[in-house]
């Protein structure tokens, strides 16, 4: 993770623990300037335009957040930001978008084996109330 300037996110996180959430969205997105691969920071940045009901930000935010969490190499956390944009009414294009890049990013190549890890970690999740296909 990138380092960000020591003042600005502590700042953040007090004025978010505070509720003043526009101060604390506005100190966020200063640390995003300094510091745009740190997917935490662009994570929180997407969680309080949420709160601020401010969705079509919210929406490029997490998508922002998304692709960070990818380039981090953090395959788990990058679908988890992805999963406010149906919640937001995000286009059905920027959802295909989305998905589109985080497939190219983690692909495995033609025969691969899938990592047991992964396996274990889908067989868990199958039935629990986050997973999309337990809600068809």
């Keep these: 993770m990138a380092h ?43 969680e309080l335009l949420e709160w601020l009901g401010r969705p079509a930000d919210a929406v490029a935010a997490y998508q922002e957040a998304a692709l960070a969490w990818a380039k981090a190499g953090q395959p788990l956390r990058a679908v988890a930001a992805c999963v406010a944009l149906p919640r937001l009414g995000a286009p059905q294009a920027a959802l295909v978008r989305t998905a589109r890049v985080l497939a190219e990013r983690f692909a495995l190549p033609p025969g691969a084996a899938v990592p047991e890890e992964a396996t274990r970690a889908h067989v868990a999740e199958e039935g629990s109330p986050g997973c999309p296909s337990s809600r068809r």
């Design 4 to 46: 960000v300037h020591g003042a600005d996110r502590p700042r953040a996180v007090q004025l978010a623990s505070e509720g003043r959430l526009e101060e604390a969205l506005a100190e966020y997105q200063g640390v995003v300037k300094d510091a745009p691969d740190d997917a935490e920071v662009r994570q929180k940045v997407a």
